[in-house]
């Protein structure tokens, strides 16, 4: 059996290959003639969660601007690759969408990485003291 099929086949397993990191970055994000604003809940080298009551389908691309503190603005492509719907009954208490970054440049990976290092740096458990 290969190692992907053993990891996708085991319950309760991790599937992602990139490691994600909690975030709280402001996200504006855009299709067709539609902008909204929400929040990165979560980031890795590959894609972001994003809290929203009304996520896009799966499958729509959208146009994603987010930046951290003090830094340029990144303008990405992603494409949603799953949704959590909100429910009746509010017995969903993370509604969003998982992202996926598609059609990066080398500049947009870079400084996607960068990004990524920083949050996981400031989440380090030695950091904790600092």
Avoid: C, K
Avoid at 10 to 29: I, N
Avoid at 48 to 61: E, K, L, S
Avoid at 99 to 122: K, P
């Amino acid at each position: 059996m290969s190692e992907r099929r053993r990891r996708t086949s085991t319950p309760g397993t991790e599937r992602r290959s990139h490691p994600r990191f909690e975030a709280h970055l402001e996200v504006d994000y855009a299709h067709g003639d539609t902008f909204l604003f929400a929040y990165v809940e979560n980031i890795s080298e590959m894609g972001i969660f994003v809290r929203t009551d009304d996520p896009a389908r799966v499958g729509t691309r959208l146009t994603l601007r987010f930046s951290p503190r003090d830094a340029e603005p990144l303008l990405l492509q992603g494409e949603v690759v799953w949704i959590n719907p909100v429910r009746p009954g509010g017995d969903n208490p993370n509604p969003g969408m998982g992202i996926r970054f598609v059609e990066l440049s080398a500049d947009q990976r870079e400084r996607l990485v960068e990004l990524v290092r920083t949050v996981a740096y400031l989440q380090a458990p030695d950091r904790a003291n600092d």
